[in-house]
């Protein structure tokens, strides 16, 4: 069975909310979600992601068995971001109030069931001995989005990036595995002490706590994690092994974090009204900050088109130029 032939299959193929890009020398497959129009985990991102995970795991297993250790397509499986400032807002918060509103309660739970499984797929190295996982957050990374990186085997972070678990400032807690992912790296305490202060730590602050894994100098995350990766390849049938086993004695199950999602959507149920105001002005706050990225990549392209020098100041005949044809929505 040749290599090229496996490289073509629908799993290394973008979908809506996706994309996929091969690492042919380190043998990593690494997925980016399409963000935009959020920045947070909505409900057609979830979609595809577990559709890409069903047919990323039919083809894991079918590769354990044609292929040797070393010659598999694929020995690592990466979640990466495409926006530089944000890799993720965390659980879509207006679905959240759209669903409380219209006494959805169906409809939450299984948002948070989908989320359970995107992350226990992480974790669990997509259920293949010989797989390892990892994150490359160079962005801001709060709630859920956290947690599904956190549910990676390493975890790189750019220098200076914030992350949090910010839901106990509108009386929720983060449900879907960051107690007992974060209890796996820094221990029980201290694992609740970060869930409860609910504060924004810089990655340098967690890194010092044992909570990730690398700090990674700004705009250098790509090569370093490939130069890590080359690296981890030369003793990689004993690094797996050791990955695999924690994976097998960890107390964490599935059956626990179905559990505890649930609990999770009976709270948010019992938000009050002063609550879900907080949580409102938070959804306000996360449009303007789409709409100000967005802005900046329709700057960046109009640049690009008309080949202005993004090295020099732009006059203002020239931004009053970009206002009136491009911006004009």
């Known amino acids: 069975m040749e290599l090229q032939k496996e490289l073509q299959k629908d799993v290394f193929k973008n979908r809506k909310k996706l994309v996929s890009e091969l690492w042919p020398q380190e043998r990593a497959l690494v997925v980016y979600p399409l963000p935009l129009p959020k920045l947070s985990v909505c409900a057609e991102m979830l979609k595809d992601f577990l559709d890409w995970q069903n047919v990323l795991i039919a083809n894991l297993a079918q590769w354990e068995r044609d292929f040797s250790f070393h010659q598999q397509p694929v020995h690592y499986v990466g979640l990466g971001g495409l926006i530089p400032s944000v890799f993720s807002l965390g659980g879509d918060l207006e679905l959240f109030l759209q669903l409380v509103e219209t006494k959805n309660r169906e409809a939450l739970t299984a948002y948070a069931h989908q989320c359970v499984e995107n992350v226990w797929n992480w974790y669990q190295g997509f259920h293949q001995k010989s797989l390892t996982t990892f994150a490359m957050i160079e962005g801001t990374a709060l709630g859920g989005g956290l947690e599904a990186a956190l549910a990676c085997d390493i975890v790189f972070v750019e220098e200076g990036v914030r992350l949090g678990l910010p839901e106990v400032n509108f009386n929720l807690f983060p449900g879907m595995g960051a107690l007992p992912l974060l209890t796996e790296r820094v221990g029980p305490r201290l694992a609740e002490k970060l869930i409860i202060d609910a504060k924004i730590h810089r990655a340098e602050e967690l890194f010092e706590m044992g909570a990730i894994d690398f700090l990674v100098p700004k705009g250098k995350m790509k090569a370093h994690v490939r130069a890590f ?35 999770w959507v009976t709270k948010v149920f019992e938000l009050e009204q ?27 392209v109009w640049l690009k088109k008309t080949r202005l020098d993004l090295k020099k100041p732009l006059a203002f005949h020239q931004l009053r130029q970009f206002v009136k044809t491009d911006c004009k929505n």
């Open 229 to 263: 990766l080359q690296e981890d390849q030369k003793n990689r049938r004993g690094r797996q092994a050791l990955r695999y086993s924690r994976r097998m004695t960890t107390k964490l199950s599935h059956q626990d974090l179905i559990k505890v999602t649930d609990h």
């Open 274 to 300: 002063k609550d879900q105001g907080i949580i409102q002005t938070l959804v306000r706050a996360q449009k303007k900050k789409i709409q100000k990225i967005e802005r900046q990549a329709q700057l960046a």
